[in-house]
């Protein structure tokens, strides 16, 4: 079975400048999300979807972060303009649905490294 | 308080012991949890789901404790290949701790 695609693996850009990530979750996967994760710490959920609705997107900063997941498999998310803090490592993962609110082992993608200059 | 926190330890710990780590959680809403593993600069891999009193997979055993609120996880016969950083997320709001690091010493 494939795992999570991501794309690209690493990307530097320069401050204000915009970019985009890619994901394709695992085929048949209702549950999609993006993650930031910072070194040395823990991934932080940016937002969740539910097919190509929006579960959570509390963490998102809606400023300047975008995403989306327009057929209910892929998704993009967009950051214009970059801020320095925001070199990180992006993170995708997605997970079955179980009829469960309480169900989320995830698959994680290999992740996109920000550097932002 | 952070929803979920974990001592970064690192938790140095000779090849063949035991070790063992707490992760503490603020939301008695959260239902269910997991324990990752996270090699360095990799994504993290699911290690174990932790359901009502704990789950047990071959060298690995975690515990959930309502009361006190908190999950560990137990490793035996540590192997070099243990090491690295686990973390562990509460399923309300999907909260990752900073991760437990594990260093298993020859």
């Known amino acids: 079975e494939a795992g999570v695609a991501q794309s690209p693996r690493y990307k530097i850009i320069e401050k204000r400048q915009s970019v985009a990530f890619w994901c394709n979750p695992i085929?048949?996967?209702?549950?999609l999300y993006w993650y930031q994760q910072i070194l040395g710490q823990g991934p932080k959920l940016l937002i969740q979807?539910?097919?190509?609705?929006?579960?959570?997107d509390s963490q998102l900063p809606k400023d300047r972060f975008s995403a989306e997941r327009l057929k209910g498999v892929d998704s993009t998310l967009k950051i214009q303009p970059a801020k320095l803090e925001d070199s990180a490592v992006y993170l995708c993962?997605?997970?079955?649905?179980?009829?469960?609110?309480?169900?989320?082992?995830?698959?994680f993608g290999p992740g996109t490294r920000l550097t932002v200059t | 308080r952070k929803e979920v926190e974990q001592d970064p330890g690192p938790f140095n710990v000779p090849e063949g012991a035991t070790v063992a780590f707490n992760c503490t959680y603020s939301n008695s809403a959260s239902q269910s949890f997991f324990w990752y593993r996270q090699d360095c600069r990799k994504e993290p891999k699911l290690l174990m789901s932790?359901?009502?009193s704990g789950n047990e997979d071959g060298r690995f055993t975690a515990q959930l404790n309502r009361a006190s609120q908190y999950i560990s996880l137990l490793i035996r016969d540590s192997k070099l290949s243990d090491s690295a950083t686990y973390l562990c997320?509460?399923?309300?709001?999907?909260?990752f701790g900073k991760g437990n690091q594990v260093v298993v010493i020859p």
């Open positions: 997320v509460a399923s309300n709001r999907l909260a």
């Open positions: 932790v359901y009502s």
């Open positions: 979807f539910q097919n190509n609705g929006v579960v959570d």
């Open positions: 993962a997605s997970s079955p649905y179980r009829g469960s609110a309480n169900n989320y082992e995830q698959y």
């Open positions: 085929s048949g996967h209702a549950t």
